[in-house]
């Protein structure tokens, strides 16, 4: 089964700590999904017993402080990290960066960047989302850049794309 989420249905939220603002593509108690857009400097909040995968999809570059670790983000190159992990960020300018977070003891995610066609399989206890950064085709529908696709209760799906598309895998854990 397929569902067609339109950016224009996502959900802005501010940020837990108040420092932004996210747009929330799908959520419930065990994870979420989100674009957050990132113009000043400052501390990202915490998700305590979280696991988190960030990708810069758009925009100026930004560094993560992670303790005494500095990441660079490179676009389109997922980066994991704990919830519990104090993190700063600092940005020249303003950036788009996609957002996934999955309750450790509940739900395990893999973040997967594509371009070209690719064909996934998944089990009965996954499900996908696949977003689209340009016009991508999943099997025999065609999302506009932006938008995102739920994808449950198959037993696979091609994405195909010119550039990049963000494939997440979701697997309930208990």
Request: no cysteine; charged share 30%.
């Amino acid at each position: 089964m397929f569902h067609y989420i339109k950016a224009a249905d996502y959900t802005e939220q501010p940020w837990k700590n108040g420092g932004g603002l996210t747009h929330e593509i799908a959520a419930d108690d065990f994870w979420r999904v989100s674009i957050a857009t990132i113009d000043r400097d400052g501390p990202f909040s915490e998700f305590r017993g979280f696991d988190r995968t960030i990708v810069a999809i758009e925009g100026d570059p930004v560094e993560l402080q992670i303790g005494s670790e500095t990441i660079a983000l490179t676009p389109f190159q997922p980066y994991e990290f704990t919830g519990e992990s104090p993190v700063y960020a600092r940005v020249r300018g303003r950036a788009r960066d996609f957002n996934v977070m999955t309750r450790r003891k509940e739900v395990a995610h893999d973040v997967e960047i594509v371009s070209g066609r690719h064909r996934f399989v998944i089990d009965e206890d996954e499900f996908a989302l696949v977003y689209a950064t340009v016009e991508t085709r999943v099997d025999d529908v065609t999302l506009a850049a932006g938008d995102t696709l739920a994808i449950e209760d198959v037993e696979a799906f091609t994405v195909e794309t010119a550039s990049h598309a963000i494939v997440v895998r979701l697997t309930v854990t208990d």
